[in-house]
Nanobody, 125 residues
């Protein structure tokens, strides 16, 4: 079963930082895009956070995290990290790593083929 594996979640105070890491699995050569998504508590929809595409080494961010989060990818180790700075309570969510073949600009979720189980990030004072 192809399933990326996330690590690095936890609890932090507002203004703090966390770094999430994702290890890709399966035929990683097919996974041109690795992305991060999150689902906040209360039944909200899973939303796009950031992605890294091997095509041009392009990065993509949701407006809500621009300037605070940085996505990076190590093609040798097949990992994708999300550095999160200046965290806010509204960043509290389960964060999911995903890998896929394309970057769907209208709905990045549609371009993902495989999803991790998620890791919880809690931002609270």
């Amino acid at each position: 079963q192809v399933q990326p594996v996330e690590s690095g979640g936890g609890s932090v105070q507002p203004g703090g930082s966390l770094r999430l890491s994702c290890a890709a699995s399966g035929r990683t050569s097919d996974s041109r895009v690795m992305g991060w998504f999150r689902q906040a508590p209360g039944g909200k929809e899973r939303e796009f956070v950031a992605a890294f595409s091997r095509v041009g080494d392009n990065t993509y961010y949701a407006d809500s995290v621009k300037g605070r989060f940085t996505v990076s990818r190590d093609n040798v180790k097949n990992t994708c990290d999300l550095q999160m700075n200046n965290l806010k309570p509204e960043d509290t969510a389960v964060y999911y790593c995903a890998q896929g073949g394309v970057m769907d600009y209208s709905d990045p979720r549609k371009g993902m083929d495989y999803w991790g189980k998620g890791t919880l990030v809690t931002v609270s004072s």
